[in-house]
């Protein structure tokens, strides 16, 4: 949802420089996450070995649609009294994305499959059950639209004391579009190409989501405090979304591998801010 715009004037000159910075930590996970599923794709894969990663993936896209749909039939009457429009609309067109995407992933699957797929076929895989929990500790909504878990309560959606939270969540959102990147640069023949141009269009989608938490964050962040706790909130979902993508695509990569990527990755915010 729309979490307010940019500042403006002098602080705005401190809040872009605390921004960038938290950019930069952002598209570190992503090269990171792109590691991870660049490793799995090392390998020639048959058409049965995407069964897995697609299940889980499928279940990531889906679970999304029903809260956000519960969010909007509740937030409707409230739209131009307690709810701005801007944040409506920007709620419909998260719907229709999601909507899109599982449609996408679906569709892939089924053909590995070779049977009709549903919800309950689906898997929602350990490490993923974690992103959820860590991201409802910082915003229980957030977490919610994310992952389909808990239900959606029309007062936690229109707290405005999480505009920093949701912010930098967003910022990690779809891992900065890492899955889509690799999978979108897929050999473009036989099942593979299928791959690629699916994700292809989720790319655009995800892409526009990731820019939007690095917008909002420059109406949040106005002291140092303010980026510290930013920049822990981004570490510790992005460090997870490591975990959760080795654990979909059959851990590719060692604990120890993963520990070096989350340590280079940290190494942007040793300079002072």
């Known amino acids: 949802m729309r979490l307010g715009g940019a500042a403006a004037g002098a602080p705005g000159r401190v809040v872009n420089r605390y921004v960038t910075k938290l950019s930069k930590l952002a598209a570190g996970y992503r090269d990171a996450e792109v590691a991870v599923i660049a490793a799995f794709f090392k390998k020639p894969r048959k058409k049965k070995d995407h069964l897995r990663w697609l299940s889980a993936q499928a279940y990531k896209e889906y679970s999304a649609i029903k809260p956000i749909f519960s969010a909007l039939a509740k ?47 689906l898997l929602w895989l350990p490490e993923d059950k974690k992103l959820a929990r860590i991201r409802a500790r910082y915003s229980p909504s957030y977490a919610t639209l994310l992952h389909g878990s808990g239900s959606i309560k029309a007062r936690e959606i229109r707290r405005k ?7 930098a969540i967003t910022l990690t959102e ?14 473009p ?16 989608d995800e892409t526009s989501h990731k820019d939007a938490g690095g917008r909002y964050l420059d109406a949040s962040i106005k002291t140092r405090a303010a980026f510290l706790r930013a920049a822990r909130i981004i570490t510790e979902v992005s460090s997870q979304r490591l975990r959760m993508r080795n654990e979909q695509f059959g851990f590719p990569l060692s604990e120890a591998q993963m520990t070096a990527l989350d340590q280079r990755t940290q190494l942007s915010l040793t300079h002072k801010a």
């Not at 004391?161 to 912010?167: F, V, Y």
């Open 174 to 187: 779809g891992g900065g579009g890492a899955l889509y990147w690799v999978c979108s640069k897929l050999k």
């Open 161 to 167: 004391d999480e505009a920093l939270e949701r912010a």
């Open 189 to 204: 023949s036989g099942f593979e190409g299928k791959i690629a141009r699916a994700f292809k269009e989720i790319l655009a």
């Open 75 to 121: 937030l409707y009457p409230e739209v131009d009294r307690g709810i701005d429009r801007h944040e409506f609309e920007e709620l419909t067109e998260k719907l229709a994305d999601e909507t899109k995407h599982a449609r996408l992933v679906m569709d892939l699957l089924e053909e590995v499959r070779r049977k009709k797929t549903q919800f309950a076929d």
